[in-house]
């Protein structure tokens, strides 16, 4: 069987993610609410008409949160497979990768306050 090209690999590596990314959404009720999430702070972005930079420190933050809560899943899911039952090993990592989600999501909220305070006040 001959090997497939870079150009074919790549296209599957992204139907791969997209798949990933759509499984993610469709599953997890937390990357649910941040993709809501997302979406009410675009609409203000448009409202509120911020500037480029707004939206560069926007779209980071929504995407780190997005990110970090689908690494956060796929961990999850992993310690699941990997030991069913309830283990404080186990438990130590679940926790630890949610606190990144949070770690994040406290950054994220920061970067709106920053934005949009001003806005409001």
Known sequence: MPKESFAVNRIKSV?????????????????KIQLFLAIVMTALGFYFEISRIEWILQVLAI???MGVEGANTAIEKICDFIHPDFNSKIGFIKDVSAGAVMLVSIGAVIVGLIIYLPKIV
């Open 15 to 31: 139907g791969f993610a997209m798949r990933g990314a759509l499984l993610l959404i469709r599953t997890e009720a937390s990357i």
């Open 63 to 65: 995407a780190m949160v």
